[in-house]
């Protein structure tokens, strides 16, 4: 079953990547300060973040008040599967997913391992195969996968 996948560039308190996965009809989401590397060697600190609302997945513009108030643009989007068809409610559950990305910037086999102590921190890597690159800087790519804009003219056209 295909599952909605998509990655924005917040530009709020601090600028960070928001990770959001489409799990029992919402988003489960995580707060990425470096974003993503496609260096299985590099591990990213992913902070777990309230569910969204489904209809979020692809939002663009700005946010003008309360929770994650800021310009958020669509920096990446597409669809996940589990690994060996695990369901990814008893992944979530057990802090430990492993998905086949099927996006535009980010592709192939992916983890979110939960730390045991700290229930909102997880790290997000890229695992071992064929779309791995230590060498590239995907976040050199900074622009909307929607509409090609940057942070700075969605914040220009959109206040």
């Known amino acids: 079953m295909k599952r909605k996948y998509s990655i924005q560039l917040h530009d709020a308190s601090h600028l960070h990547y928001d990770l959001r996965l489409e799990i029992n009809g919402k988003l489960a989401s ?3 300060p470096k974003g993503p590397s496609l260096n299985p060697k590099e591990k990213r600190l992913a902070i777990k973040t309230p569910d969204h609302e489904i209809s979020y997945v692809d939002f663009e513009g700005i946010i003008k008040e309360g929770y994650g108030k800021g310009t958020v643009l669509l920096w990446d989007e597409g669809w996940y599967e589990p690994k060996n068809n695990i369901p990814m409610e008893k992944q979530l559950q057990e802090r430990k997913i492993e998905i086949f990305i099927h996006g535009k910037k980010l592709k192939g086999l992916w983890a979110l391992i939960g730390f045991k102590e700290e229930e909102n921190m997880w790290l997000f890597f890229k695992m071992h ?6 060498d590239k800087n995907i976040l050199d790519e900074s622009y909307s996968i929607k509409t090609k804009r940057t942070l700075k003219q969605i914040e220009q056209e959109e206040s």
């Open 30 to 32: 995580w707060a990425i």
């Open 129 to 134: 195969d064929q779309y791995e690159d230590k």
